[in-house]
């Protein structure tokens, strides 16, 4: 099975490449080739022994959809993307790179010829949802984005179920919750807090808070965001039915909450490194945003994430601290 | 105030072109230029005493967006479309003349410079919903097309929002129903049975229902149709909110319904012209379109439509036939 992950020198791609070489298959079937491209060179993942095609391309060009879907890929995991922050600031950008390159890639697919038919897995993102919602957001709530980012996302869903729906390829589209706690440094992006107050700390070092104890927001590891990807690829058309794009499932908890479970997981010193900072840009864009889902159909098809934040903590000492927390 | 329509030839661009005559402005402006745009020259509306440039332009063309803005138009009308049958017959067609062009207006007013922040009213549709459907669907129900037709619509509505809350032009999109009666001759598209069945027998001919009596769809006049265009020209930025694009409210009602109206406004007569010819293509498409909407977000912000089916009938009676039937 020859897959290409698209996106793949960013976090969730290269979890994605690392679970792929780990469980060495996908739908049970061995993997033997994996192509890898990102505007940069992506790392080819440690420990696999097929083949690895790796190399940097601008997906804005215009023959990038072709370049792409020349080595027929049985699969394609799109994750390239400029994020939120991004999007937002430049206008022009977020559209060349969030829109186009993926419309470019289905027109690539469509008029490929010869039979192929692709499985096709999109990130999409809970950006696609806007306030005022309900108390928590049903499975079948509009599309009311309040960044371009959300909008482009949205779009591409859109595209996504007409190209499936004619029978194009199958696509399936999955809406990561905000993914915590990001391994890294800490970045610009106004959702960055909710993993630099966990994962700052627990390396010993200060983080900052600039909101109120009491947003609440929707979680998953980057362990679950790979096993999305992962289940996403194993599901039929006739298990999805022609509602391709899906809300993953998360863990709903206020920053109040995700404090709560770093002291239960790591202590009191721990958490004394969080600095309270309140700022009044980031609250306001934080208010935007969804809270609590209902996820009931990503569910029922099987998708699986942590059941507390305390898991989603571990995650992290486990996968990036090697099990060790800074005393 | 200079008014251009796309589309204009089309038969909601006219009732739109006559309306704006009949009422000598918009806003409380007077209108002293009308632009119409079609891919066939539209014809000048009658009494128009302002300036009038009406001419044949395929919207298609890279430039087309340029073109349509150089005027510096205060209000758009973008209601230049394929039909969803021609859409889904001709999949590149539809994405080429529904969706690309669009993006070109938007972008040729984002980039016009000097201040240019032109009202922009897109004509959308209820096809961006698709089954299954609860009894009433709600203003916040997500988008599932199941139609090329309907992901454009979709698509279209998502640009258009972005664009508005990013400030580049002010717009709103709305979707109407399915307009009934059309006027004209029977085509080929799978829901022009609804106004067949009544047009044709109020003028002395046989017309053929394909479906069963219980079929339940959501309708509207060409008379209300124009209204609703009008009214959401009307709608501030603060009225509005960031939600700009509204179901717009309908008549929802049985073909049996239907035909019960037609029988109290026309007769046992005109009724006895309608022929039973059940096709099950037909049928499988319609079983998958939206039946009743609530409409509430729309009411509230002063949309108005007829509240029977016996109106609808009515109006067209009154504007299309002279108020005369053929007996």
Known sequence: MHILITGAAGMVGRKLAERLVADGGLNGKPVDKLTLVDIVAPKAPAGFTGKVDAYALDIAREDAGRKLTEGRPDAIFHLAAVVSGEAEADFEKGYRINLVPFHYLLEAIRTAGGGYHPKLVFTSSIAVFGAPFPSEIPDDFHHTPL????????????????????????????????????????????????????????????????????????????????????????????????????????????????????????????????????????????SGWPTRFDARRARSLGFKVEDTFDEIVRVHIDEELGGKIAA
């Open 147 to 286: 960044t371009s980012y959300g909008a482009q996302k949205g779009i591409c869903e859109l595209l996504l179920m007409d190209y499936t729906r004619k029978g194009f390829l199958d696509g399936v589209g999955i809406r990561l919750p905000t993914i915590c706690v990001r391994p890294g440094t800490p970045n610009k992006a106004a959702s960055g807090f909710f993993s630099n107050i966990i994962r700052e700390p627990l390396a010993g070092k200060e983080a900052v808070l600039p909101v109120e104890e009491s947003v609440m927001h929707w979680h998953a590891s980057p362990r679950s965001a790979a096993g999305f990807l992962v289940h996403a690829a194993s599901l039929t058309r006739e298990k999805l039915g022609p509602r391709i794009n899906l809300t993953m499932p998360g863990v709903a908890c206020t920053v109040g909450e995700q404090i709560a479970a770093l002291r239960r997981v790591a202590g009191e010193s721990v958490v004394a490194r969080i600095r309270r900072e309140p700022d009044a840009t980031i609250m306001k864009i934080v």
